[in-house]
């Protein structure tokens, strides 16, 4: 299985980027799939996750402002991000929480993806 996210990017503060997470590989099912970032000298943090059934969950830095989604045919995370501001500049990684058979859950990360917002 594997994680490969794309689409990040220099852009303006105010301005919107969307990131991509294509997953692939012998998957069964994707139970929860999320959307971290890592500031440079900061920790990585969770910033919006959704579960199998379609519920979501953001951090108050991010909320209202952006917002995850999944194609599940394509087994595709998005994250639509608006209004960005200059804070918002690290690397983002997604997250799923792979089911390859019933029975066997992992999670696994994709390679991460630079935002810069310029001020």
């Known amino acids: 299985v594997q994680l490969q996210a794309y689409g990040g990017g220099l852009v303006q503060a105010g301005g919107s980027l969307r990131l991509s997470c294509a997953t692939s590989g012998s998957i069964f099912s994707i139970d929860v799939l999320g959307w971290y970032r890592q500031a440079p000298g900061k920790q990585r943090d969770v910033i919006a996750t959704?579960?199998?059934?379609?519920?979501?969950n953001y951090a108050d830095s991010v909320k209202g402002r952006f917002t995850i989604s999944r194609d599940n045919a394509e087994n595709t995370l998005y994250l639509q991000m608006n209004s960005l501001k200059h804070e918002d500049t690290a690397v983002y990684y997604c997250r799923a929480d792979v089911r390859t058979s019933p029975w066997t859950s992992t999670d696994y990360w994709g390679q991460g993806t630079l935002v810069t917002v310029s001020s």
């Open positions: 959704m579960t199998k059934d379609g519920s979501t």
